[in-house]
Nanobody, 124 residues
Framework: QLQLVESGGGLVQPGGSLRLSCAASGFTLDYYAIGWFRQAPGEEREGVACISSSGGSTVYADAVKGRFTISRDNAKNTVYLQMNSLKPEDTAVYYC?????????????????WGQGTQVTVSS
């Protein structure tokens, strides 16, 4: 069974940092581009970052550019999202997804597999 599991969420103060992890089980991430999405209450889900299967290409949504960094360690079958300079508006459930490409508002190819999400709350 193909499964993605996110971890690393939590409560952080504005200006702080978190690193999210997306681990795969049941399949190898090597062949898949991976995206990170988020959804705040009452808002649509938005793609914030994606990385190619090799890690050689990354794309970021304008809202997170310069603050978030997506990376991957295929040997560990894991993709990361380093989030720095966090703002209250970054508060959301964060999901990783495999098999697609693009970030909001331009999802070039829909993502096929999704994790269950991890909550990130930025508040003082």
């Amino acid at each position: 069974q193909l499964q993605l599991v996110e971890s690393g969420g939590g409560l952080v103060q504005p200006g702080g940092s978190l690193r999210l992890s997306c681990a795969a089980s049941g399949f190898t991430l090597d062949y898949y581009a991976i995206g990170w999405f988020r959804q705040a209450p009452g808002e649509e889900r938005e793609g914030v970052a994606c990385i190619s299967s090799s890690g050689g290409s990354t794309v970021y949504a304008d809202a997170v550019k310069g603050r978030f960094t997506i990376s991957r360690d295929n040997a560990k079958n894991t993709v990361y999202l380093q989030m720095n300079s966090l703002k209250p508006e970054d508060t959301a459930v964060y999901y990783c997804a495999a098999g697609g490409w693009g970030v909001s508002p331009h999802i070039i190819r829909p993502y096929d597999y999704w994790g269950q999400g991890t909550q990130v709350t930025v508040s003082s």
